[in-house]
């Protein structure tokens, strides 16, 4: 008996045995069969339509290199944004202005000097933009011909130093009063610089070979070309063995130097010494020269000189429709201005400007955004750090009444400043906020 069951189940275990395997062959057929119906179709080429409200129509083709993108799709890559590439940013403060008072406030005790005070309050600024430009309106030259301030100027060497250690990168020299000091004071300003070689210095010019070698900033695969120029050296001559000494405002010498830049660079920036002085608004000679360098494809203008702020306004092209922004004058950064008058207020009062471009899908190099931080210059009494700068909305009432510049113009007042900002610069001055940016559409 039991080996009548132990037959059984051995009959059983066979049974199982023969269903497995033709399972597997007859699957092993099923494939095989889709496998020569795929390859009989792609040879065929035989077309799928796909269901209402896909992208239509796609052959399955014999090979890889003869795929054909589809139109719809075509037309979906053309709408999808391309990456944009990182920000360069780009900021500036107006005029050094440094009177003698602003030169003594450096000096300290033990026989030293030292500016760090100027720049204290508006590092992140300084150091957070790949593009930092100060507005360098006097000379560095040298203590042998003794420092001085208005009207033939002539600053420390350390007030270079406290700039490089601050993080600026580009200093402008091409100013009304770059030939205050004659020659010396040139060289001796060229010669500071040599030692901070990463440092960009425009405006002046060792050789005539230096005046035609132009400075592109490289950032973030953007090159950023920067140009500067004065309308003149008040009645000064330049050396009469070095005529390329300063770059002045000049049609052909500028329009070289632009035509050059957009062969190298992919965006233009004319830094501007120019405009009346005092005089809050733009001269016919600053429009002028702004619808110049507009039709000439600038970019961006930013200037300097007037020594009181100026508007920041869009320049079209009325040929191609191109536009360009420009800062009419960003006013004085730091003054020692202490005239016992009404209004003299209005040159403590500064702008830095800040820009922001980009590389567009279409590979060009645009400003998406711009802005200001209103400033102040406390024009303190006598004593080491008692002359600096801050921005407007961190100004207390307490720093306004200790300076000499309240006991002198009785309009100097926080909300005087405050409305002098918005008649000038109206949607870019938001009262209290340290900053305004605008984002611009394209």
């Known amino acids: 008996?039991?080996?009548?069951?132990?037959?059984?189940?051995?009959?059983?275990?066979?049974?199982?045995?023969?269903?497995?395997?033709?399972?597997?062959?007859?699957?092993?057929?099923?494939?095989?069969?889709?496998?020569?119906?795929?390859?009989?179709?792609?040879?065929?080429?035989?077309?799928?339509?796909?269901?209402?409200?896909?992208?239509?129509?796609?052959?399955?083709?014999?090979?890889?290199?003869?795929?054909?993108t589809p139109p719809e799709w075509a037309m979906l890559e053309k709408n999808v944004p391309m990456e944009i590439s990182q920000t360069v940013s780009i900021m500036m403060i107006g005029d050094m202005l440094m009177h003698l008072n602003v030169t003594e406030s450096g000096y300290v005790g033990d026989g030293t000097r030292n500016y760090d005070h100027l720049f204290q309050r508006i590092l992140p600024d300084i150091q957070q933009a790949d593009i930092s430009i100060v507005n360098e309106e006097v000379m560095f030259g040298g203590e042998d011909l003794g420092f001085s301030g208005y009207?033939?100027?002539?600053?420390?060497?350390?007030?270079?130093?406290a700039e490089a250690k601050a993080g600026f990168n580009v200093i402008l020299h091409a100013t009304n009063h770059t030939m205050d000091k004659g020659k010396q004071g040139l060289l001796h300003t060229l010669n500071f610089w040599k030692k901070y070689p990463d440092i960009h210095v425009l405006g002046i010019n060792e050789t005539a070979e230096a005046q035609d070698q132009l400075t592109i900033v490289e950032k973030n695969g953007m090159?950023?070309?920067?140009?500067?120029?004065?309308?003149?050296?008040?009645?000064?001559?330049?050396?009469?063995?070095?005529?390329?000494?300063?770059?002045?405002?000049?049609?052909?010498?500028?329009?070289?130097?632009?035509?050059?830049?957009?062969?190298?660079?992919?965006?233009?920036?004319?830094?501007?010494?120019?405009?009346?002085?005092?005089?809050l608004f733009a001269s016919s000679d600053q429009k002028y020269?702004?619808?110049?360098?507009?039709?000439?494809?600038?970019?961006?203008v930013i200037g300097a000189h007037p020594h009181v702020v100026?508007?920041?306004?869009?320049?079209?092209d009325p040929k191609d429709?191109?536009?360009?922004?420009?800062?009419?004058?960003?006013?004085?950064?730091?003054?020692?201005?202490?005239?016992?008058?009404?209004?003299?207020?209005?040159?403590?009062?500064?702008?830095?400007?800040k820009v922001e471009v980009q590389k567009n899908g279409q590979g060009k190099v645009v400003i998406t955004r711009y802005g200001l931080v209103p400033t102040v210059a406390n024009i303190g009494r006598t004593g080491y750090g008692n002359i600096y700068t801050c921005p407007l909305s961190e100004y207390t009432e307490e720093e306004r009444r200790n300076t000499i510049l309240a006991s002198n113009d009785p309009?100097?007042?926080?909300?005087?400043?405050?409305?002098?900002?918005?008649?000038?610069?109206?949607?870019?001055?938001?009262?209290?906020?340290?900053?305004t940016m605008i984002s611009v559409e394209y």
């Not at 020269?289 to 970019?299: I, P, Q, R, S």
């Not at 922004?325 to 020692?336: D, F, R, V, W």
């Not at 400043?417 to 938001?430: F, I, M, Q």
């Open 310 to 316: 100026e508007p920041v306004e869009w320049i079209e």
């Open 411 to 435: 309009t100097f007042t926080l909300e005087n400043c405050e409305k002098l900002c918005e008649k000038v610069w109206g949607d870019l001055y938001n009262a209290g906020e340290r900053e």
């Open 1 to 68: 008996m039991a080996n009548k069951k132990r037959r059984r189940r051995r009959k059983k275990n066979n049974n199982n045995m023969y269903k497995i395997l033709a399972g597997a062959f007859g699957a092993t057929i099923v494939i095989l069969l889709g496998l020569c119906l795929a390859f009989l179709i792609s040879e065929s080429g035989i077309g799928f339509k796909k269901t209402p409200g896909t992208i239509s129509e796609a052959k399955v083709l014999g090979t890889y290199e003869a795929a054909v």
């Open 321 to 353: 429709g191109d536009r360009m922004l420009c800062y009419y004058s960003l006013g004085n950064y730091i003054t020692g201005t202490r005239a016992a008058r009404a209004g003299v207020y209005e040159q403590a009062i500064g702008g830095l400007a």
């Open 289 to 300: 020269w702004a619808n110049w360098l507009c039709e000439h494809d600038v970019d961006l």
């Open 151 to 161: 009207p033939m100027f002539n600053t420390a060497d350390e007030v270079g130093d």
């Open 223 to 279: 090159k950023i070309a920067l140009l500067n120029y004065t309308y003149g050296l008040n009645g000064m001559p330049m050396p009469s063995d070095m005529p390329y000494a300063v770059n002045l405002i000049d049609e052909t010498l500028m329009a070289k130097h632009i035509e050059k830049a957009h062969e190298q660079a992919d965006f233009v920036c004319v830094l501007m010494h120019w405009g009346t002085e005092y005089q």
